[in-house]
């Protein structure tokens, strides 16, 4: 099995800042592709970031030059520098990752979700 944890969402005022994380465990082989998404009550979950196991990044447009997405690949950890947070970055984030689990099977698995309300 394998999970992926999050921590480090919360409530936070405009133009402020939160790091979140997102820690793999269990029996991973290796990891390649680590992203965060978001989703808001009733919308689409929908990318925010991904970094590649070589470290390349792609963000959707509205986070560019606010967000940073960074790993540390032997703690099998990403992470999410969220800076001049708005109100429209309110949403639950989640963190996937495609595993490549300990007997060679590669899927991609969630993490629960942590909640990240920008409010005044």
């Known amino acids: 099995q394998v999970q992926l944890v999050e921590s480090g969402g919360g409530l936070v005022q405009p133009g402020g800042s939160l790091r979140l994380s997102c820690a793999a465990s269990g029996s991973i082989f290796s990891i390649n592709t680590m992203g965060w998404y978001h989703q808001a009550p009733g919308k689409q979950r929908e990318l925010v970031a991904d970094?590649?196991?070589?470290?390349?990044?792609n963000y959707a447009d509205s986070v560019k030059g606010r967000f940073t997405i960074s790993r540390d690949n032997a703690k099998n950890t990403v992470y999410l520098q969220m800076n001049s947070l708005k109100f429209e970055d309110t949403a639950v984030y989640y963190c996937?990752?495609?595993?490549?689990?300990?007997?060679?099977?590669?899927?991609?698995?969630w993490g629960q979700g942590t909640q990240v309300t920008v409010s005044s």
């Open positions: 970094i590649s196991s070589g470290g390349s990044t």
């Open positions: 996937k990752a495609n595993v490549v689990n300990t007997v060679r099977v590669r899927r991609d698995y």
